[in-house]
């Protein structure tokens, strides 16, 4: 007993000096400053966005403007933990091959002196752009700021500065100081700006409406635009339209018939992203969402795996909405400051509305097209029970593989139980190893040789008396045989009817991440991942199945992809 005391307060001791919770970051004073003299490069990606080095978190203000996309994030300039908040700058012509600029905004005046927090651009009717973003004065007072391009006729708006009569928005009206926070990008109704700023009140989640004529002084509106009771913080919220009948983008301003809305919230608590479909009640100025939508836990993700404080915009060139999210590593904090690095940026993906209504599609940006190389095909192969067959022929620790499953029968699909709900919890229990009806099948990426580390994406179909229930599994329990890191069973329900009896998937496999689209964008799962053997050139890609049913591989490409260039 004695033993088991000692050792919780190790464990309370470990997380009170070394991961002190601020705000909704853990805080490490001893490796904020401390500059990386090697970067490792072992797991490090290929094609996803990062810097040379240090951490990054949140994706903030994307935008593209006179013909260049901007990416700006949260960015400690010093080290490789969160702390010394800036915004970094970074910009391209693609989306994919990205040059890094000097961060555009650093603490220097009283109200941002403790970081430069998340925030937004709005690009203003004269073709300005705008950025807002949080402000967090030396006792933690969360106001928004805004800052504007020094120089409008330097093409990469490298400086950016803050004008005198900062701060905008101060948190007033028995709002919660300390947790006021992430102004979202603004759109224009009826004469005025509108903009949200997430906070919380007694555990009850809010995004505050804050209503300007001219950009500079704004008043808060009487009632928030969307709450929700026992959901937490909410940071880094999003509001957008979203076409009813096609898959273009709208700008956040469109207000024409249509449409729905989207809110994504970024729940503190859960460190996932959520979000509902909705409507834009415009004579109340508040936001309702739809019944089969629910706000918080139970809700609609983004994403089923390590994807954080996204933030999505309009891309007026090819009319798209693009959604940006925060990959975090899952290895520990020592890791990140031997490997200079810690976090990446999610491939830029386009959102749209799926036809069936209750749900967002999501899909990476065409553009990543240009990185792929060499291409091995499959097509019509047999997977029995207990097969696997390995994809040869591309760099498989490198590489994009989009395939199509087919499943003759359905006869021996499993019975769901209704008490299944938690799907993450369902994919523990049924891994990709235990046997079932139709699934186990999919993919065995990052694979070592003699599969002693593997990330299994896979399908598992269950049935209850009116649909087939199809689960998506991101499986990382396998992925390292190095012990102690986080190696979740990440997984989603994909809502499918299954009548054509074809099943799609889509991994872009990048060195220490899979990023998962499974049924055509439906269902969406990151991981990060650590393997020691399935490494460069060591690493494997099978495709298998473990279910009773036989499945055929229909169509499968896989591609070795090049690496982007990169900051
Ligand atoms: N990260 C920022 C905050 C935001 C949080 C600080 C979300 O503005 O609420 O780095 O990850």
């Keep these: 007993m004695a033993i088991w005391n000692l050792l919780w307060l190790y464990i309370l001791i470990l997380y009170v000096n070394n991961g002190r919770m601020e705000a909704s970051h853990k805080v490490y004073p001893q490796f904020q400053s401390l500059s990386a003299v090697n970067i490792r490069q072992l797991h490090h990606t290929a094609f996803h966005f990062q810097p040379p080095k240090n951490w990054i978190n949140d994706p903030n203000g994307p935008m593209y403007y006179n013909g260049i996309y901007h990416i700006f994030y949260q960015y400690n300039p010093k080290g490789a933990v969160w702390g010394n908040i800036v915004w970094g700058h970074s910009i391209s012509k693609d989306l994919i091959n990205w040059k890094e600029l000097e961060p555009a905004i650093c603490p220097s005046k009283h109200f941002d002196i403790d970081g430069a927090w998340s925030g937004s651009t709005t690009i203003l009717p004269s073709n300005k752009p705008i950025i807002l973003y949080t402000g967090v004065d030396s006792n933690g007072i969360q106001t928004q700021n805004y800052a504007v391009p020094a120089n409008l006729s330097d093409p990469y708006l490298r400086k950016w500065i803050k004008p005198g009569n900062n701060p905008l928005i101060d948190p007033e009206n028995g709002v919660n100081a300390t947790a006021f926070r992430d102004p979202s990008t603004a759109w224009w109704l009826n004469g005025r700006w509108r903009v949200l700023v997430g906070s919380e009140r007694n555990s009850r989640g809010i995004a505050y409406l804050y209503r300007s004529r001219d950009f ?255 689960l998506l599994c991101s499986d990382a329990r396998s992925s390292s045989l190095e012990d102690g890191i986080y190696k979740p069973s990440f997984a989603g329900f994909v809502d499918v009817d299954l009548a054509d009896k074809k099943l799609s998937l889509r991994s872009l496999i990048d060195h220490s991440v899979v990023e998962s689209f499974g049924g055509g964008g439906k269902t969406c799962i990151t991981s990060r991942v650590y393997p020691t053997l399935a490494v460069l050139d060591n690493a494997h890609l099978y495709a298998f199945n473990n279910g009773d049913e036989t499945i055929i591989v229909k169509n499968l490409n896989a591609w070795s992809m090049n690496k982007a260039k990169m900051n």
């Design 216 to 470: 500079i002084h704004w008043t808060k509106a009487k009632h928030p635009f969307h709450s929700a009771p026992n959901t937490g913080m909410w940071e880094c919220p999003d509001f957008y339209p979203v076409s009813l009948s096609s898959k273009e983008g709208l700008d956040p301003s469109y207000m024409g018939k249509h449409v729905k809305h989207v809110l994504k919230v970024s729940l503190d608590d859960a460190r996932y992203d959520y979000y509902t479909l909705g409507t834009y009640l415009t004579n109340d100025d508040k936001y309702v969402p739809d019944n089969a939508s629910v706000d918080g836990w139970a809700g609609l993700r983004y994403d089923y795996g390590n994807f954080y404080a996204s933030k999505t915009f309009f891309d007026p060139a090819k009319r798209r909405r693009i959604l940006w999210g925060w990959v975090n590593e899952s290895d520990f904090t020592q890791d990140d400051v031997k490997k200079g690095w810690a976090g990446i940026q999610a491939i830029p993906r386009i959102v749209w509305l799926d036809t069936n209504q209750r749900q967002l599609k999501q899909w990476p940006v065409e553009e990543l097209n240009t990185l792929r190389g060499e291409i091995v095909k499959m097509s019509h192969q047999k997977l029995k029970k207990g097969h696997h067959i390995e994809i040869q022929g591309i760099t498989a620790a490198q590489a994009d593989i989009d395939v199509t499953f087919y499943i003759p029968s359905l006869d021996k699909t499993e019975e769901f139980n209704p008490s299944w709900e938690d799907a993450q919890r369902l994919c523990a229990n049924k891994g990709s190893k235990v046997e079932g009806g139709v699934g186990p099948f999919g993919l065995l990426t990052l694979a070592s040789k003699n599969l002693e580390e593997y990330t299994a994406v896979f399908f598992r179909v269950f049935k209850t008396s009116k649909k087939h229930v199809v």
